[in-house]
């Protein structure tokens, strides 16, 4: 089993795993998921070095905790970072309820109590809003976490798709250790002004959909079948024409990686690792096999006439599609 090395989120966040683990599809939006498999994939991620698990509260309703709750039994608990967002909330057919988010002060003690019982511990260690809602001023939310800090509920207060100016209005409040948002090849929103403004006020970034959401990995086709509990089928870009033109882009990554020896998935992964040491890629593995690969990554070191080649395969911008639908861009605080 390949073992990774550590980084910093931010000035004052934990050190982590340089990769971490994204739990989200053990329960939810990728369709059916073997709990045994996911529980397995957990146990290998942290013995690998992979210690931050992130997960939310919403995630299978409440299952994805109660899953990370059950991996982690058995294992020290000081010996794993648990970052949990909240907000977001579901219908009891597992549809999400329509927005306003629910990150009221009120919300933030409610939802913090619920986690910590199905996580079944005394503190979670980085805490965190899943999207803003505009009619909350961002200094509520932050106030009541920051409360939840100093009475020792959680450890570090996080952030989630939020934009440059929230993001000073946050940092203002109380100390922040890292924003959660997607970034990969295919979405480079982040490098205009919120990763700026994140290495300004040394705050640091948890990059999630590091793959497109497996667009990236190498494994797509356009003949792949999307099954009714997964998302990917409303998505954007992984629909018609979108589909056939990333899937291009995919194919000039998959040439670099074979002349590193590497997989499409691991240069995808090395790539959003060497844009800076305070960015820590989430992994979304289910599967142990798929975790192996993953790990692969971190020990790619790409040499600046890689980068080039990788930037030349994929530029910037070139992505076909949004990464959200436009009714769920809109709401994103990060893309105003």
């Known amino acids: 089993m390949t073992t990774i090395g550590t980084r910093k989120l931010g000035t004052t966040g934990p050190v982590v795993g340089a990769l971490g683990l994204g739990a989200m599809g053990m329960s939810d939006m990728y369709g059916p998921a073997d709990e045994d498999e996911s529980i397995a994939t957990v146990h290998a991620a942290l013995d690998a070095g992979m210690n931050l698990i992130d997960t939310a ?34 219908n009891p057919d597992g549809t999400f309820q329509p927005v306003p988010y629910d990150v009221s ?25 899943s999207r803003l809602n505009p ?25 989630s798709e939020v934009g440059e100016e929230n993001i000073r209005r946050a940092a203002a409040v109380a100390t922040i250790s890292d924003v959660q948002i997607e970034y990969s090849l ?22 999630y959909g590091v793959l497109s959401r497996g667009l990236l990995s190498g494994h797509w086709s356009v003949n792949r079948e999307v099954g009714a509990r997964d998302f990917r ?13 990333n899937l291009r882009l995919v194919e000039e990554l998959g040439r670099v990686a074979t002349e590193l020896g590497a997989t499409t ?4 992964i090395a ?46 911008g070139a992505a076909s599609g949004g990464r959200y639908m436009d009714q769920q861009l809109h709401l994103l605080d990060s893309e105003r």
């Open 57 to 90: 509260d919403f995630y299978g309703s409440g299952h994805n905790e109660l899953l990370v709750s059950r991996a982690l039994r058995g294992r020290r608990r000081e010996d794993v970072v648990i970052s949990v967002k909240f907000g977001s909330r579901k």
């Open 105 to 129: 002060a009120s919300a933030v003690r409610d939802r913090l109590a619920q986690s910590l019982r199905r996580l079944d511990t005394d503190y979670i260690d980085i805490y965190r809003p």
């Open 135 to 159: 009619s909350i001023p961002i200094e509520e939310t932050v106030g009541a976490l920051k409360d939840m800090q100093e009475a020792g509920y959680i450890r570090h207060i996080g952030l």
């Open 186 to 207: 295919l979405s480079r929103g982040p490098e205009d002004a919120i990763l700026p403004t994140l290495r300004e006020l040394g705050i640091g970034l948890t990059a």
């Open 233 to 245: 089928a409303a998505l954007p870009r992984f629909n018609g024409e979108n589909l056939a033109a």
């Open 265 to 268: 998935s691991q240069v995808a």
């Open 271 to 316: 790539w959003v690792a060497a844009q800076g040491e305070d960015i820590v890629p989430l992994v979304g593995a289910r599967r142990r096999d798929r975790l192996e690969e993953s790990l692969g990554a971190a020990e790619l070191t790409l040499s600046p006439e890689v980068l080039a080649r990788i930037e030349a395969a994929i530029p910037a």
